[in-house]
């Protein structure tokens, strides 16, 4: 048996980093979230995910709990980690909102392309697809304040 571990993911403008930012203040000491987009660097973001996941690794060994956001790691990415053997339950949860909510907030950070922005909604609605199928909690972030998403996420990992 391992530790459990806790992955926060979702696409670009599902509302990752503000969220992870309400939810660390709500938690305290309880849970320590890390934000990927505090650990990437360039698009290097397999080097991103060693680092998150040894940090979720070393918390656990103090006993602490871990919760990880960010795009990146699926499951993928943690088994390539060669860790994955040291934490069990691994708990998925995915933010998502609806196409417009996103192209609305990746618009609004005025470094997307309408093109890229396009791209970025097809993958997000394949990603809510298969955590459908996979029974995946999903949280909409569309019209959800970052408050109301960090006290779900609260109570998700409480009551696993």
């Not at 849970?31 to 990437?40: A, E, K, P």
């Not at 995910?49 to 943690?78: D, H, M, R």
């Not at 396009?118 to 909409?140: E, F, K, M, P, S």
């Amino acid at each position: 048996m391992g530790f459990p571990l806790y992955i926060v993911t979702g696409i670009s403008g599902a509302g990752k980093t503000t969220v992870a930012k309400v939810l660390s203040r709500k938690l305290g000491k309880k849970f320590l979230v890390y934000d990927m987009d505090d650990l990437v660097q360039g698009q290097d973001y397999m080097s991103a995910c060693f680092a998150w996941i040894q940090f979720a690794y070393e918390n656990a060994l103090k006993g602490e709990n871990t919760i990880l956001f960010g795009s990146v790691p699926y499951p993928y990415n943690v088994y390539q980690t060669e860790m994955e053997n040291l934490f069990s339950p691994v708990h998925y949860l995915l933010l998502h909102c609806n196409d417009e909510e996103r192209t609305k907030r990746l618009l609004a950070r005025g470094i997307w392309t309408l093109e890229g922005i396009y791209h970025t909604n097809i993958l997000a609605n394949v990603l809510w697809r298969y955590a459908q199928h996979t029974g995946t909690r999903i949280i909409d972030t569309s019209d959800s304040s970052a408050e109301l998403t960090a006290e779900q996420i609260k109570q998700w990992v409480e009551n696993l």
